[in-house]
C-alpha cells in the first residue's frame, strides 16, 4: 500500500453529485479509510462573468452550447497544480473506450484529474491544448460526464491495495485474463429442480479448475467473438515465442 491516498479530482458544474455512489459500499470504506481521496471542484468557480456562465453557443451555429475552452483551462491549471503528475482524462463518448487493462494503469497512479463534460461538450482547443486523454465508457450519450467519471473511478478504486477483501478476488474475474468469467453457483444445491455441476463439488481443485477456464473460454466465444479472436492471438504469439 502507498503513504498516500489515490487523489481523484473531479471538474464538474455538479460537484454535489459526489461522492454519491462512491460514498458506500467497497469504494465508500475505502473513502473513509483513507485508501483514495476525493474532490470535487465546481467549474462554475472558475467563471468571469457576474453570471458564472461557462457556455457559449457553438462557432458555425447549430443546436446546444459548448463549455468555454478558458474556464475549463483554469479549472484544469488549478487541479494540476496541486497534482502535477497524475492522468489528465476527459469523460466523452468520442474517446476510447475504457478497458480494464487501462483501468490496471490508471489503478497503477497516483490519481488522476478527472473532467465532466455537460452540454454538446468542451471546446476542443482546452482538450489539445492541455493534452487532455479522451475516455468513452460505452458507445452511448449521457447527459454529462460526472456518472461515466463514476464508472472510471469505481473500477479504479475496487483494483487499489487493501480495497478488496482477498488479495485473489478481481484476478479470475472477467477481462483480468483477457476472458470472460465463468458461471458461478452457490447453495441451495438444488434450485428449481436444477443443480449444481458435478465437478464443482467433487473436491478436485485440479478439475474445478479446468472446467471454469473451459467455461470461460466456451461463454467468450459465445458472447464477445472480438475478445474470443484477441485471445487465440495472443495464444499463438506466445506459441510462436
Ligand atoms: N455532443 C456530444 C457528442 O455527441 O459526442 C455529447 C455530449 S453529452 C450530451 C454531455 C457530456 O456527457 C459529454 O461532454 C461527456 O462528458 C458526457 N458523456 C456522454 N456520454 C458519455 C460516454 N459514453 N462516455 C463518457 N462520457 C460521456
Known sequence: MTDFPWQ???LTLFPDMFPGPLGVSLAGRALENNIWALAARDIRNFATDKHRSVDDTPAGGGPGMVMRADIVAAAIDEAAAELPDVPLVYLTPRGATLTQSRVQDFAKGAGMILLCGRFEGLDERVIEARNVEEISIGDYVLAGGEVAAMVLLEAIIRLLPGVMGSGQSGLEESFETGLLEYPHYTRPREFEGIGIPEVLTSGDHGKVS?????????VTKERRPDLWAAHIGRKSDGDDN
Open 210 to 218: 479446468a472446467w471454469r477456464q473451459a467455461m470461460a473460454e466456451q
Open 8 to 10: 481523484a479530482r473531479v
